[in-house]
């Protein structure tokens, strides 16, 4: 059985970092592209980031040069390291395998002004 475990959020003031976390068991995630995902209450769940099975990136414009995305193959995890954060870039955050019907239960990332 799959399982996604995401980690690493909190509360962070403007400008702040935070580095998110996905535990993935049941999966190898090396195999797969990995995206992280976020969503605020009444809206869609957008994706913020995706890395492939080779290691190649895209990220969404509003996070581009602020966030990366990367993995660790012998942790089988999938990090998100969040910089010069926002106010609008507070929503829970999910890692997702792209492709697949598996979802975690999400992080919350609150960014204060």
């Known amino acids: 059985q ?4 995401e980690s690493g959020g909190g ?15 049941g999966l190898i995630s090396s ?3 990995m995206g992280w995902y976020r ?4 809206k869609q769940r957008e994706l913020v980031a995706a890395i492939s099975s080779g290691g190649r990136t895209n990220y ?3 996070v581009k040069g602020r ?5 660790d193959n012998a942790k089988n995890t999938v990090y998100l390291q969040m910089n010069s ?3 609008e870039d507070t929503a829970v955050y999910y890692c997702h395998p792209e492709g697949l019907g598996y979802w975690g239960q999400g ?3 609150t960014v204060s002004s």
Do not use: E, H, N, Y
């Open 60 to 62: 969404a414009d509003s």
């Open 31 to 33: 195999i797969v592209s």
């Open 11 to 25: 509360l962070v003031q403007a400008g702040g970092s935070l580095r998110l976390s996905c535990a993935a068991s």
């Open 2 to 5: 799959v399982q996604l475990v």
């Open 67 to 71: 966030f990366i995305i990367s993995r």
């Open 39 to 42: 969503q605020v209450p009444g």
């Open 85 to 87: 954060l926002k106010p």
């Open 107 to 109: 992080t919350q990332v």
